[in-house]
């Protein structure tokens, strides 16, 4: 079976793309989430091949992807987590060291020129995921999307900006959100904060404090947006297997296993922030577990 590709959704009027920086092998199993074991990753084969996990006979390795979505609601052009960035020195992840992609132009390519975006929203301030909110102009880090309002949560803002640094970071509060808050293009808000009446905030911390979920609803469709709350479907199965970079292993867990109950068997799409393409999948029930249905 081929793995599929990502097909633009349509929730309503409203699209969702991907504009992607990588995709491809993920960390393994065991040291990205540290409860996992061998044979319960491979019980879950059957629904993850090949797509999200390759079969073992071609090497068997989780896949995954740094993407930023796309929604494009016909008023609004939003941005949901940056990926990596270019240029940007980071020593814990060499891969992600002063990485160098044509990330920019393919989102011009969509149809998103950098000055078309209205909105960057981040899920969390890992350095995962605020990349492309700065670029290097004149050996400045300058906001990338000229016209946008930078949606953080003021408590994962404030909790990095208290910390600073770490695995979780690797500079990236200094080169990639810093430099939006001083330019005066940052809105720092809380849990209830909503763009319109089909774009919203809501509170899930456990991976990082402050880490949010972001509902879409139009036309009696609907997405949830889970950032790093899942970071592979397989914890869709195993709601209790936090990654190694979640701040607050337990409350990750339960905000995890409150989700899937609830997404269960409804029509609500998941969109996890590195989940591979096809991506966009539907919770299912799977015996005593869960699965995501694509
Ligand atoms: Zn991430």
């Known amino acids: 079976m081929q793995a599929r590709q990502f097909k633009p959704l349509q929730i309503g009027s ?13 960390f393994p199993p065991a040291r990205m989430f540290p409860l996992s074991t061998p044979e319960a990753v491979d ?15 071609d090497g068997g390795r989780l896949q995954a992807g740094l993407f930023a979505y796309v929604i494009r609601t016909g008023k609004h052009v939003i941005l949901v987590d940056t990926c990596v960035g270019n240029d940007k020195p980071r020593q814990f992840t060499p891969a992600w ?38 670029r ?22 404030e909790y990095w900006e208290s910390t600073r640094d770490g695995v979780g970071s690797d500079g990236c509060f200094d080169d990639s959100v810093l430099p939006v808050v001083e330019a005066g293009k ?26 949010i979920f972001i509902n879409l609803k139009n036309g009696g469709q609907s997405a949830l947006f889970t950032g790093d709350s899942f970071h592979h479907p397989v914890q869709v199965a195993y709601p209790e297997w936090s990654s190694f970079a979640c701040t607050d292993k337990e409350q ?12 269960c068997d409804t029509d609500t799409y ?21 699965k995501l249905e694509v």
């Open 252 to 263: 990750s867990a339960a905000t995890r296993q409150k989700t899937v109950e609830r997404l």
């Open 97 to 134: 060291n002063m990485k160098q992609t044509t990330w920019l132009s393919d989102l011009a390519a969509m149809g998103v020129p950098a000055e078309a975006v209205t909105h960057v929203l981040c899920t969390h301030l890992h350095v995962d995921h605020v990349g492309w909110n700065t």
């Open 14 to 26: 409203v699209s969702v793309d991907r504009c992607v920086e990588f995709e491809g092998d993920f």
């Open 43 to 57: 019980a879950e084969r059957s629904w993850m091949e090949p797509h999200f996990i390759k079969p073992k006979s």
């Open 186 to 211: 940052a809105d720092l808000v809380k849990s209830d904060y909503a763009i319109d009446d089909t774009m919203w905030l809501e509170p899930s911390p456990g991976h990082t404090p402050g880490h």
């Open 136 to 157: 290097l102009e004149n050996g400045r880090w300058a906001p990338t999307f000229p016209n946008a309002r930078y949606i953080f949560h003021k408590t994962e803002y």
């Open 270 to 290: 998941m969109l996890g922030a590195h989940f591979a393409a096809p991506t966009a999948g539907r919770v299912r029930r799977n015996g005593g577990r869960w």
